[in-house]
């Protein structure tokens, strides 16, 4: 069986300080893992992934994450961040033994960032 | 490039009433397709997901049903709606095969039951 865990409910980051928000999976193959960000009233928007090769993954706005296959954990990462960064993050994996067709959420981090 | 729909933005429907969401998706073909409920703006929870024309796979029995009569549309229903059926109703979309593409959401629709 696969999960996905984001132990924070909120985090609060001032701005221009790095911001990291936590993400721990469990599969039984290979993950597949990814990023989502959500505004308010707003649908999920793709940030990054996570599917074989280098540990520290890049995607949008500045946003990075990093793979421990030791730990289990796929944290975001931004190194500087920013107010309009204040969303609804969500990590989410797909066990590549499991259904291509299903993913699962985790339940969501608020991130705060105060100016 | 690819674009999703989802119409209505917002509903509100008084208990007892019917329900049908559309959502549609553009500039790909045979994607597969997912309906997503979300509580008070944190967790998802998976409704229904689908492969193909006419193949709907349900994850959690309850009120509503989907229907995917085209290859790029999706539908979710209800006969009668009931107050616990408010919410947040995220379609999404991604290309079929291994999975390791990433699925993208429709704008959602807010559906209030009075």
């Known amino acids: 069986a696969q999960s996905v865990a984001q132990p924070e409910d909120q985090v609060n980051v001032a701005e221009g300080n790095p911001l990291t928000v936590k993400c721990t999976y469990s599969v039984s193959g290979n993950p597949y893992?990814?990023?989502y960000v959500q505004y308010p009233n707003r649908g999920l928007q793709f940030l990054l992934k996570y599917i074989t090769g280098d540990n520290l993954v890049k995607g949008s706005y500045g946003f990075?994450?990093?793979?421990?296959?030791?730990q289990t954990s796929f944290h975001l990462k931004k190194p500087s961040a920013l107010v309009?960064?204040?969303a609804l993050y969500f990590c989410a994996v797909r066990d590549t033994y499991s259904s291509a067709s299903k993913i699962i959420f985790?339940?969501?981090t608020r991130l705060s960032i105060r100016p | 490039s690819q674009t999703i729909h989802q119409w209505p933005a917002t509903l509100v429907q008084p208990v007892g009433s019917p329900l049908s969401l559309e959502c549609t998706v553009e500039g790909t073909s045979n994607p597969n397709l997912y309906w997503y409920r979300q509580a008070a703006g944190r967790g998802l929870q998976l409704l229904f997901y689908s492969v193909g024309i006419g193949q709907i796979s349900s994850e959690v029995p309850q009120n509503l049903?989907?229907?995917r009569p085209q290859d790029r549309q999706f539908i979710l229903s209800s006969k009668k709606l009931l107050l616990s059926d408010s919410g947040f109703y995220?379609?999404?979309w991604s290309s079929g095969g291994s999975g390791a593409q990433p699925q993208h959401f429709g704008d959602g629709t807010r559906l209030s039951i009075l």
């Not at chain 1, 990075?64 to 030791?70: D, P, R, T, V």
């Open chain 1, 106 to 108: 985790g339940s969501g």
């Open chain 2, 90 to 92: 995220l379609c999404a």
């Open chain 2, 65 to 67: 049903s989907a229907s």
């Open chain 1, 33 to 35: 893992l990814f990023w």
């Open chain 1, 84 to 86: 309009s960064d204040s």
């Open chain 1, 64 to 70: 990075e994450a990093e793979f421990n296959k030791s």
